[in-house]
């Protein structure tokens, strides 16, 4: 089992900027890929950001790529969203989740409990 327990959302204006984390506790050793999901009220689930543990490559959705950047510290187990030039559509909660497998676009298996980020215009 692997937990995982977001940090970091807030309140900010737009234009301001927010950088989530993750700690990742538990069977680590297992997890390929970790990313970042959000879902806004009344909105789908979407995939912002994913990276590979082992690599470090990275992928980001078209609507946050020059703005967001997704990192790990393997040592800290941690992972991080550095979210700048935020927009009020930016505003939904933000899940940290794992995968066991190296796809980043695959089932995760883990996930947290969520932090709510919300950008005021």
């Known amino acids: 089992q692997v937990q995982l327990v977001e940090s970091g959302g807030g309140l900010v204006q737009a234009g301001g900027s927010l950088r989530l984390s993750c700690a990742a506790s538990g069977s680590i050793f297992s997890i390929k890929v970790m990313g970042w999901y959000r879902q806004a009220p009344g909105k789908e689930r979407e995939l912002v950001a994913a990276i590979s543990i082992g690599g470090g490559s990275t992928w980001s959705t078209d609507s946050v790529k020059g703005r967001f950047t997704i990192s790990r510290d393997n040592a800290k187990n941690t992972l991080y969203l550095q979210m700048n030039s935020l927009k009020p559509e930016d505003t939904a909660m933000y899940y940290c989740?794992?995968?066991?497998?190296?796809?980043?676009?695959?089932?995760?298996?883990?996930w947290g409990q969520g932090t709510q980020v919300t950008v005021s215009s």
């Open positions: 989740a794992a995968s066991s497998n190296t796809y980043y676009r695959g089932e995760y298996d883990y």
